[in-house]
């Protein structure tokens, strides 16, 4: 069976949640997990910037073949929305750059595949996670960009028919 790398985003500029994993038969073998948080005191556009560095940095280290990120939900805050959607537009620049196949999953499909339900909150996710993941994490609570990542992981492990390499 061959075995596949994916790392899964949870965009934000504040902070940038991600897993990488190797998968195998829909099973998952962590290769690392965090949270990726930029200087509050910097613009938008340098902010942006350290992004793309350290996601750049991340993907050489991983070597994915595939990137899955959250889709985009709009708040009442358009201007977070925006700002949102532009780091997605980085990630995904910097997920074709490296050649890798892009999968997009909305938060409910993602709390459906982690939790067994749409509308799961995150303790209900958190759980779920450590439960599929095992002994892999830490017993240390675990920030929301970096759970929403490793739950991005579990949703694609699970939904995605696993092609043979020839």
Known sequence: MAKHRIVAFDPGYDRLGWAGAEVEGGQLKLLGWGCITTQKQLSFNE?????????????TKLAPEMVVLETLIFSKNQTTALAVAE???ALKTCATQQGCLIYEYNPGSVKL????HGKATKTQVEKMVRLQLGKQLPPAKLLDDTLDALALLITHAASVRWPKRV
Do not use: I
């Open 113 to 116: 595949a982690a939790a067994g």
């Open 47 to 59: 902010r942006l910037g350290e992004l793309v560095m350290a996601v750049e940095q991340l993907m």
């Open 87 to 89: 780091v997605r537009g």
